[in-house]
């Protein structure tokens, strides 16, 4: 089992940056990869950003060059640096873990509890 606990959420004009946080827990050695997604009401969840254990990173078209994800493996906690915010970036965000369970190594997913990140225009 791997917990996940999100901060960083909050209120922010349109321009403004903010920075997300995720601390991981339990198994973590069982992690392959953790990301970020979003949500507003009545949409699917999107993935925003992502980076595996060998450091390599994915991101949304929409957040290419403005959005930064990391991870600081010795606490093992993941950030999503997010500046030039838009008024479209406003979401819930969470945080996700992907990682294998033995016997069998099949993957599953984790989940954080969200927090809300609102731009104003």
């Known amino acids: 089992q791997v917990q996940l606990v999100e901060s960083g959420g909050g209120l922010v004009q349109a321009g403004g940056s903010l920075r997300l946080s995720c601390a991981a827990s339990?198994?973590?050695?069982?992690?392959?990869?953790m990301g970020w997604y979003r949500q507003v009401p009545g949409r699917q969840r999107e993935l925003v950003a992502s980076i595996n254990t060998d450091g390599f990173t994915n991101y949304a078209d929409s957040v290419k060059g403005r959005f930064t994800i990391s991870r600081d493996n010795a606490k093992n906690t993941v950030y999503l640096q997010m500046n030039s915010l838009k008024s479209e970036a406003t979401a819930v965000y969470y945080c996700?873990?992907?990682?294998?369970?033995?016997?069998?190594?099949?993957?599953?997913?984790?989940w954080g509890q969200g927090t809300q990140v609102t731009v104003s225009s």
């Open positions: 996700n873990a992907n990682a294998f369970v033995l016997p069998d190594y099949r993957g599953v997913d984790y």
């Open positions: 339990g198994s973590v050695w069982s992690i392959n990869a």
